[in-house]
């Protein structure tokens, strides 16, 4: 700011100041840059021009704010207005005996020179830095610090050399003290050449477990050994063996599994199903993973070959691990498994069944749950009792009554009371069909049903070109079985399907015989399934692409479903949906629903593509399936974004099947003849009981 001059200054004084001010070198400023500068501020903004950013130091900062303090000024008389002055003189005028501080009107506040300072912190700059160093006396490392100390105390010795150094008391909270024994040496090592015999090596460590009680730490603490064995004999193998320990440890690993797979075992168990009256609704008929079940190393690169749920808990499922496809294989594997799964626990499997061959297949007991029918790759079976798993095998089967030795493909139980042990049917891809029955006695009893024969001259179904065999060999006279469904009203109705693509339809109570040959499939035919809504509708596919769906009575296929260039698997009706099924190829898990297309199915879904799937099984609610995979992987996948459930499933199948025979009227004729092909009353409660 600026301050008013009393008049006891005088304006030569003032004169002499001005002068000094004006011929400051900070005052005086090049013509050139003057008129440069001027217009640069033409060309800025008003609020840029009161802005300056400059470099000073504090000292031409502080001289600077001193200078812009004075503020010279001179008021001269007006002529007319009083006395007359002198040319060249300056005369101050001051209004006497008033003391007052002059008014400034904001024109002159706001052209008040003023610097605004704006400080700010620079990066540190070390001019200077000594590291200290620490280092054992007695080493090298410690000599050669000695040394150096010694060098610059002789640099720093004489006049005007040496250091000028304080001493001071400093206070901490913790006195830092560090041990010697942080500082370890340096290893150094060596090959050296030894030979110590097994027999040596085997007496050396039976020595140390019989003698060793306690080992000595940091050469004075002793730390007792704790050991499972026992006089040389291992307590752990023993505890391990015991019933009770088993159970513990499988209550403790559910307890643990739990833990991580909660939410995926609510879903699995439906506990959270969708809301009808949500607003937003999508129908996408997704399929997400829920989690995978991996087998132990033992069974790794397995294929998974089979899978039965157990009728009776939901929960259970045992998994075959064997050989799906032969086409990478070397030679034929020299191991198998079986391993019984719960969902309590998708870690690890609760029970264990190893076999010198490869698993084809297993199944459950509908009458006895707990019994678990296991077929193998050199043609033998066994029937195991899961709920006791330190027995042996209830029963195999002897080459006495079962004298095959190809593989098994399938075994069906039949239904029955829970009071007795029902029989059950095996198929080998002898061609032979084979009952079993289970009695008092290590071995099972085997009678064979019939042994079919190969197809000739043209059948009913579709039409194909079967080439004349000039002259059968013994080898080839049989149809390898692949197959085996039973009717899901007659008892002793059975359905056998064949590599030639063939239909046999056989009864129990007519041995040696079939009741009915249908040509389904141009290649094999791997796979059929009776729909859960109608008995005499069903569904097969095959190596043709193809999935075809038929009804009794009619000699050719009603629907005809083919979207990938590639052989189906597996395919199977939804427990859910009467007009929805799944179909499975080598790398994608297809949804088709017959009320919306019959061209291309509504999802695919592909989850581990890289890895050729081999089979699926729905589980009993129809709102999960599982699906295996070659490398011996049990994928859980769950059903997301579905439609609701129609309250009226066969009519909904009925009307979906008349609009896909729209453009066929002789065949959408056929089907109306046929007339009520749902389940009867009868029929209805025959299958719940």
Avoid at 174 to 201: D, H, I, P
């Amino acid at each position: 700011m600026s301050r008013i001059l009393n008049k006891d200054y005088r304006s030569e004084d003032f004169e002499q100041l001005s002068q000094m001010i004006r011929n400051h070198p900070l005052m005086k400023t090049n013509r050139p840059d003057m008129e440069q500068h001027l217009q640069m501020q033409k060309l800025r903004t008003p609020e840029y021009r009161t802005k300056c950013v400059m470099r000073a130091s504090l000292d031409d900062i502080a001289l600077g704010i001193n200078l812009c303090k004075l503020q010279l000024g001179r008021e001269e008389k007006q002529p007319g207005r009083g006395a007359a002055t002198a040319p060249g003189m300056a005369v101050a005028v001051m209004e006497p005996q008033k003391k007052r501080r002059p008014t400034k009107s904001a024109k002159e506040a706001a052209n008040m020179p003023f610097i605004k300072v704006l400080l700010r912190i620079d990066r540190p700059k070390v001019l200077f830095e000594r590291r200290s160093m620490t280092a054992l006396a007695d080493s090298e490392e410690g000599r050669l610090v000695l040394e150096d100390n010694k060098r610059y105390e002789e640099l720093l010795a004489g006049t005007d050399k040496t250091r000028r150094t304080v001493d001071a008391d400093t206070q901490t909270l913790t006195a830092l003290k560090k041990s010697r024994l942080v500082n370890t040496e340096r290893l150094t090592t060596q090959q050296v050449g030894s030979y110590v015999s097994n027999f040596e090596m085997f007496d050396t460590y039976q020595d140390l477990e019989t003698s060793t009680t306690s080992v000595q730490v940091q050469g004075q603490k002793k730390m007792e050994v704790t050991t499972y064995r026992v006089g040389g004999v291992d307590q752990f193998v023993a505890i391990n063996s015991l019933p009770n320990f088993k159970l513990a440890l499988m209550l403790t690993m559910r307890i643990l599994a739990s833990n991580v797979y909660e939410p995926q075992q609510r879903r699995y168990r439906n506990m959270a199903m969708p809301d009808p009256l949500a607003e937003d609704v999508k129908f996408r008929y997704r399929l997400c993973l829920l989690w995978r079940l991996n087998p132990p190393s033992s069974a790794h690169h397995r294929a998974v070959t089979d899978v039965s749920f157990c009728p009776s808990n939901g929960d259970i499922l045992a998994v075959a691990y064997g050989v799906y496809s032969h086409a990478k294989l070397r030679r034929l594997p020299r191991c198998g498994h079986v391993y019984v799964w719960n969902i309590k626990n998708p870690v690890n499997p609760e029970r264990c069944y190893d076999y010198q061959v490869p698993v084809v297949t297993v199944q459950f007991s509908p009458a006895c749950p707990q019994l678990l029918a296991i077929g193998l790759h050199n043609g033998s079976i066994e029937v195991r009792d899961i709920s006791r798993p330190e027995l042996p095998p209830l029963a195999r089967s002897e080459r006495a009554t079962s004298p095959h030795f190809e593989p098994v493909m399938a075994i069906k139980w039949f239904a029955g009371s829970p009071e007795e042990i029902t029989p059950f049917l095996t198929i080998s891809r002898t061609g032979a069909v084979t009952k079993y029955r289970l009695i008092n006695s290590p071995h099972l009893v085997g009678f064979e049903q019939q042994r079919l024969q190969r197809a000739e001259g043209e059948l009913e179904g579709i039409p194909i070109d079967r080439p004349q065999v000039t002259a059968s060999l013994q080898a080839n006279r049989h149809p390898q079985c692949l197959e085996l469904v039973l009717d899901p009203v007659h008892a002793d109705i059975y359905y056998v399907l064949t590599d030639e693509g063939t239909l046999y339809k056989c009864s129990t109570n007519y041995p040696l015989q079939h009741l009915e040959l249908r040509q389904v499939h141009e290649g094999p035919a791997v796979c059929m399934e009776f729909s859960p809504w109608s008995p005499k509708l069903y569904l097969t596919c095959g190596s043709d692409w193809c999935i075809r769906i038929w009804l009794a009575g009619i000699l050719v296929p009603i629907i005809t479903l083919r979207h990938h260039l590639s052989p189906v698997h597996c395919a199977r009706w939804s427990r859910t949906h009467s007009t929805i099924l799944v179909s499975l190829s080598r790398n994608t898990l297809d949804i088709w629903d017959l009320r919306n297309s019959t061209l291309k199915p509504v999802s695919s879904t592909a989850i581990e593509a890289k890895i050729p799937y081999t089979i699926f099984r729905f589980t009993h609610c129809g709102r999960s399936l599982a699906v295996g995979n070659e490398e011996g992987n049990l994928l859980m996948l769950s059903f997301e974004d579905m439609p609701f459930p129609p309250h009226f499933q066969y009519k909904q199948l009925k009307r979906a099947i008349f609009k896909a025979l729209a453009m066929e009227p002789e065949l959408r004729q056929q089907v109306k003849s046929v007339g009520y092909f749902g389940y009867s009353k009868d029929s209805t409660k025959k299958t719940k009981r």
